[in-house]
């Protein structure tokens, strides 16, 4: 079975623009979340969504937004982007997002904002 | 408000030789305690989890960790480890059931 894919690998913007990331779960997976992992650092919960609603949102300014589809894939936006934004962007699913359950995470989107 | 504090930045550790990576939280309300594994390049990949019940839990590659209470401490260990086991470590707190706290990491860096 496919694990969380996450498009694209690698991004290079510059400041001010904006971008988007995309995530596709795990088959039978309803919940998604985003994280923003810096260098050396450990991931920040940024935003997760159930059943196309947000259940949970980080730390975060509202440069970031989030959504999801009916099939259940996701997409992280990002406005006006600054040189910190620049970081991996870790995608994570589970099947409802609750209780403790295993998040299965993606191999993340490099984003470089120069 | 929940914090994870992983006290080693970095441990180094001689092939076959055992391990220990520590993680401290604090939190008012009871949580769920999670270690996982990033190798260079990737995301990440669980190891082992505690919800309830069993305070010592086994998790995959010979890793297991213990959850003290009245420490809120939950350590990672591995009686011997591999070269293969050279990567970063993250352990990770969730209050609510959902989003995930991550500490800082440690790199656990294996030589022969």
């Known amino acids: 079975d496919a694990g969380v894919t996450q498009s694209p690998t690698h991004l290079i913007k510059t400041r001010g623009q904006h971008v988007t990331l995309r995530c596709s779960p795990i088959s039978g997976h309803k919940s998604v979340s985003w994280y923003q992992q810096v260098l050396g650092q450990g991931p920040q919960f940024i935003f997760q969504y159930y059943e196309k609603e947000e259940r949970g949102r980080g730390n975060f300014p509202d440069r970031f937004s989030a959504r999801q589809f009916p099939n259940y894939s996701s997409e992280l936006n990002v406005n006006a982007l600054l040189l910190g934004d620049s970081a991996l962007y870790l995608c994570a699913s589970s099947l409802t997002g609750l209780h403790g359950e295993t998040q299965y995470f993606g191999p993340g989107t490099r984003l470089l904002v120069l | 408000a929940q914090s994870v504090t992983q006290l080693d930045s970095q441990v180094p550790v001689f092939e076959e030789a055992p391990v220990e990576l520590r993680c401290n939280y604090s939190?008012?309300?009871?949580?769920?305690l999670f270690w996982y594994v990033q190798y260079p390049n990737q995301g990440l990949q669980l190891l082992l989890k505690?919800?309830?019940?069993?305070?010592l839990v086994k998790g995959i590659n010979g890793f297991e960790a213990e959850f003290n209470k009245s420490q809120t401490s939950f350590h990672l260990r591995k009686p011997s480890v591999h070269i293969s086991d050279t990567a970063e470590y993250f352990c990770a707190v969730s209050e609510a059931g959902y989003a995930l706290n991550f500490g800082k990491g440690t790199s656990l860096l294996v030589t022969p």
């Open positions: 505690y919800l309830s019940g069993s305070t």
């Open positions: 939190s008012s309300v009871s949580v769920y």
